[in-house]
């Protein structure tokens, strides 16, 4: 497996699917290549949605092994993306509840804000937390469509939501997005220089 | 900005951005978005979101994210993976096993006598009667005896079966013991003349031995139970008499059963002669089809014959009593206690007497439990009920039945929720407390 360079005997232009269809018949190449275009947006899609970057590195990890597991399960009816985002969003859901559960029990919430990275910019921070204010579901079709870019009928799949309840979501959560980072303070400005110290 | 104002809604100017408009939509919308200034406006306000979102930027992946994945996925080429296959193989496996399970208990639990009837003849070899043979540890009976000789147990405790070899053993050599036994009890068979003898001894020493009695067959108070399906009450009540007559039995109770719906049935308790069981069973049986039919026996030789040496034992100890008396040797006061302890004696030798023609008779006379069934036949009673009276009818009783629910789901709310609102007010606020932990925990993940 390497970034971004194609396996040996993997022709470059082959569909995800494709792919994954000769991964399923034993070609070890076919998922290596598949790990090289999908390792990037898996990670940043656990690290959009969780502040720990260590646990996104293990969901990322997990759901790359929960392919190897389901190869035999796969069927190709619909786009691999489609398949992959499901899965890493139930890897994801599933995490949370667990989270969620023993931090009732142990007191030990987490913390609102992510832990310093030298390497984040303040619109990274402003970003993040305007993206946390919005609604569960419409959070989650905002980040599908702008980042994983999926289209409304793949994020209605995803998330088992009518299409037409996508599209007013997505609305919904662009506008109060837009309002969100319109009353924020931009990142050049004092206030965010202290909310920069902070983290 | 309202829709009516304007012929595109906001929700496809964001999806043209999206690029999820026809191509006809799609030039609709950039249409109007060339005239109205509003929609325009919007447009952009949609992309400078886009873009400020684009500006979060995300890490390259760590390198130990692909060490990881590179390894399982060795692991996972190294070994091949198993056909799919196995897994319906399993659970045909499963599924067999609970299946055969299932219908054994089915079987069990819908035929329960059946199981009970091979379990027992597993456990209890049959008897072997030689054939012509009368049984005579039982007194003369060989109802279940086939044609092959073979005694079959149908449904007999195991108890009964021991008594039966038990019995059979005792026909074989019963007199040995019965002869040690007598010998032991040193019988006399006249009363009058043990008395005679403890007189004459000056009452010191004991009466000489008589003679053994000569021995006995063992006593059996046997008891048989016998159920009949008969197609006709009336005629088997007649024939039931005569076979009472013509058997010098009797009926001990009688009962007649004449339900409006259903069979009627006769249950009698019969006492027949032991000797004429055989025949009358034999005429029993021809009754009707029989259903069920069980026999036991109780040897109570033992019982008897510690009776008679008791009631032996009370005799001689009245006539020496009475031997006392008519001495006349003694004071006032000590004839008037000889004469309470004549009297006492009197008393248990009476009791004693009893029980031992109770004994004898259930011995002399075997107790037949019967049951006389019917066979059910519906009839056309009366003129047939008008559809309007029986829908009627139906009606009634399901509003009664609807009001017999809901009052006993009011009695039931009324029982236990006392007890419920106790638990919730105990249980509800902590749980109301970890509920509202987890839902902000989950809504901070």
Same mark, same amino acid.
């Given at each position: 497996?390497?970034?971004?360079q194609?396996?040996?005997g ?15 018949r034993?070609?070890?190449e ?19 949605r969780?502040t720990?970057?260590?646990h996104?590195?293990e ?15 796969y069927?190709? +009816? ?6 992959l ?10 995490w949370?509840?667990k989270?969620?559960?023993?931090a009732?029990?142990s007191? +030990?919430l987490p913390?609102d804000r992510?832990?310093?990275?030298p ?8 970003l993040?937390d ?5 609604d569960r579901?419409d959070r989650?079709v ?9 289209s ?9 939501i009518?299409?037409n +309840?996508?599209?007013s979501?997505?609305f919904?959560a662009? +506008?109060?997005?837009r309002e ?6 931009a ?6 220089a202290?909310?920069e110290?902070?983290? | ?23 006809t ?11 109205c200034?509003?929609?325009?406006a919007?447009?952009l306000?949609f ?15 760590p390198e130990t994210l692909r060490?990881?994945?590179?390894e399982a ?14 897994l319906?193989r399993m659970a ?8 055969v399970a299932?219908a054994?208990?089915?079987?069990v ?13 597993a456990?209890t ?8 043979e ?7 009976a060989?109802p ?20 039966r070899?038990?019995n059979?053993?005792?026909?074989s050599?019963p ?8 010998a032991?009890?040193a019988?006399?068979p006249?009363p009058?003349?043990?008395?005679e ?19 006995q ?12 399906? &008969? ?6 009540r007649?024939a039931?008499?005569g ?7 009797y009926?001990a109770t009688?009962? &007649?059963?004449t339900?409006e719906?259903?069979?009627?049935s006769? &249950?009698?308790?019969l006492?027949?002669p ?5 025949s ?5 049986r021809t009754?009707g089809q029989?259903e069920?039919?069980a026999?036991s026996?109780?040897?109570v030789?033992?019982?008897h014959?510690?009776?008679?040496a008791?009631?032996?034992n ?6 020496r ?8 040797a003694?004071?006032?006061?000590e ?8 009297s006492?004696?009197?008393g248990e ?8 023609t109770?004994l ?6 075997v107790m ?6 019917e ?6 009673t ?10 009627r009818?139906a009606?009634?009783t399901g509003i009664?039945?609807a009001?017999?629910s ?8 009324e029982e236990?929720?006392?007890?419920i609102? &106790?638990?919730?007010a105990i249980l509800?606020f ?15 993940f």
């Amino acid at each position: 497996v390497s970034e971004g360079q194609p396996s040996p005997g993997v022709p470059i232009d082959d569909t995800d699917e494709q792919l994954m269809a000769a991964f399923v018949r034993g070609s070890a190449e076919a998922f290596s290549t598949l790990f090289a275009r999908y390792r990037q947006p898996v990670y940043a899609f656990f690290c959009r949605r969780m502040t720990d970057r260590s646990h996104a590195e293990e969901l990322a990890q997990e759901t790359f092994l929960a392919i190897l597991r389901a190869r035999d399960r796969y069927e190709a +009816t619909a786009l691999f993306r489609t398949w992959l985002y499901a899965i890493a969003l139930r890897i994801l859901r599933s995490w949370r509840r667990k989270a969620a559960f023993r931090a009732v029990f142990s007191g +030990t919430l987490p913390v609102d804000r992510e832990p310093a990275d030298p390497r984040a910019t303040g619109s990274d921070f402003v970003l993040r937390d305007a993206v946390r204010r919005l609604d569960r579901i419409d959070r989650e079709v905002l980040l599908l469509r702008e980042f994983e870019e999926l289209s409304y009928a793949e994020i209605a799949t995803v998330l088992g939501i009518p299409v037409n +309840t996508v599209r007013s979501r997505l609305f919904r959560a662009r +506008t109060a997005l837009r309002e969100l980072l319109e009353t924020r303070p931009a990142p050049s400005q004092p206030g965010l220089a202290k909310l920069e110290e902070h983290v | 900005m309202k829709t009516l104002d304007h012929p595109v809604a906001p929700e496809e100017i964001m999806a043209m951005l999206d690029e999820e408009l026809s191509t006809t939509e799609r030039q609709a919308v950039l249409a109007h978005l060339s005239q109205c200034a509003e929609c325009a406006a919007l447009r952009l306000r949609f992309e400078s979101t886009s873009h400020a979102l684009a500006e979060w930027q995300i890490p390259a992946a760590p390198e130990t994210l692909r060490s990881a994945v590179e390894e399982a996925a060795a692991a996972k080429s190294e070994r091949p993976s198993k056909p799919r296959r196995r897994l319906p193989r399993m659970a045909w496996a499963v599924g067999g096993t609970l299946g055969v399970a299932a219908a054994l208990v089915v079987l069990v639990n819908v035929f329960p006598d059946r199981f009970a009837e091979h379990k027992m003849a597993a456990v209890t070899p049959p008897l072997q009667v030689t054939h012509g043979e009368n049984l005579a540890t039982f007194g003369g009976a060989s109802p279940a005896a086939g044609k092959n000789g073979l005694l079959h147990a149908p449904a007999v405790h195991p108890e009964e079966n021991l008594l039966r070899l038990e019995n059979q053993l005792a026909a074989s050599a019963p007199r040995d013991r019965f002869k040690g036994r007598m010998a032991e009890l040193a019988v006399a068979p006249d009363p009058n003349q043990t008395a005679e003898g403890y007189g004459g001894g000056g009452g010191g020493g004991r009466a000489p031995l008589p003679a053994l009695a000569p021995p006995q067959a063992p006593m059996i108070a046997r008891e048989v139970s016998l159920t009949i399906l &008969v197609k006709n009450i009336p005629h088997a009540r007649t024939a039931l008499d005569g076979i009472l007559s013509s058997h010098a039995g009797y009926a001990a109770t009688l009962n &007649v059963n004449t339900p409006e719906s259903g069979s009627p049935s006769i &249950v009698a308790s019969l006492r027949i002669p032991a000797p004429q069981l055989d025949s009358a069973l034999a005429c029993l049986r021809t009754l009707g089809q029989v259903e069920a039919e069980a026999q036991s026996g109780e040897e109570v030789t033992q019982q008897h014959e510690d009776l008679v040496a008791r009631l032996l034992n009370a005799r001689e100890t009245e006539d020496r009593l009475r031997a006392i008396l008519a001495q006349r040797a003694g004071k006032m006061n000590e004839i008037l206690e000889v004469e309470e302890q004549i009297s006492q004696t009197r008393g248990e030798i009476e009791q004693m007497e009893a029980e031992q023609t109770a004994l004898e008779h259930r011995v002399d006379y075997v107790m037949v439990d019967l049951q006389l069934t019917e066979q059910y036949e519906a009839r056309l009673t009366g003129q047939p009920t008008a559809i309007g009276t029986q829908m009627r009818n139906a009606l009634v009783t399901g509003i009664r039945d609807a009001g017999s629910s809901l009052l006993g789901l009011a009695l039931l709310i009324e029982e236990i929720g006392p007890a419920i609102l &106790v638990w919730v007010a105990i249980l509800g606020f902590p749980a109301w407390i970890v509920w509202r932990r987890y839902r902000r925990a989950q809504a901070r993940f």
